[in-house]
């Protein structure tokens, strides 16, 4: 093999010789994300704070996190409180479960 003729540095063909695992995935740095998805965030956080716009900020954060699966929502559910997280994620579930009855 190339590792045992030498052509590689020792350690250099670990990572593609052992399958990703969990543990891998977990520690790997998040996907970068672009000035413009992060503006587009921002405003649906902003949509979701608004009295208004809750229901509509809601669907639009779960058509992103869909259009977007590598872009980390963490970040800025961090900057809201418990509460609010909370309501976020049950907002999200509602929306997911009345587009499946939608779609069957």
Same mark, same amino acid.
Not at 1 to 18: I, K, L, Q, S
């Given at each position: 093999? &190339?590792?045992?003729?030498?052509?590689?540095?020792?350690?250099?063909?670990?990572?593609?010789?052992?399958?990703?695992?969990? @543990?891998?995935?977990?520690?790997?740095?998040? @996907?970068?994300?672009?000035?413009?998805?992060?503006? +587009?965030?921002? =405003?649906?956080?902003?949509?979701?704070? +608004?009295?208004?716009? @809750?229901?509509?900020?809601?669907?639009?954060?779960?058509?992103?996190?869909?259009?977007?699966?590598?872009?980390?929502?963490? &970040?800025?559910?961090?900057?809201?409180?418990?509460?609010?997280?909370?309501?976020?994620?049950? =907002?999200?579930?509602?929306?997911?479960?009345?587009?499946? +009855?939608?779609?069957?």
């Amino acid at each position: 093999t &190339p590792a045992a003729a030498g052509r590689w540095p020792a350690g250099g063909g670990d990572v593609e010789m052992h399958p990703a695992t969990p @543990t891998d995935v977990v520690m790997r740095p998040p @996907t970068p994300v672009s000035a413009e998805l992060k503006s +587009e965030l921002a =405003g649906v956080f902003k949509m979701i704070g +608004e009295k208004t716009s @809750t229901i509509q900020g809601l669907e639009r954060l779960f058509d992103f996190s869909r259009a977007h699966p590598g872009v980390d929502i963490q &970040p800025h559910l961090a900057r809201t409180s418990v509460a609010f997280q909370n309501y976020i994620k049950k =907002g999200l579930s509602k929306v997911e479960v009345a587009r499946g +009855e939608k779609a069957a």
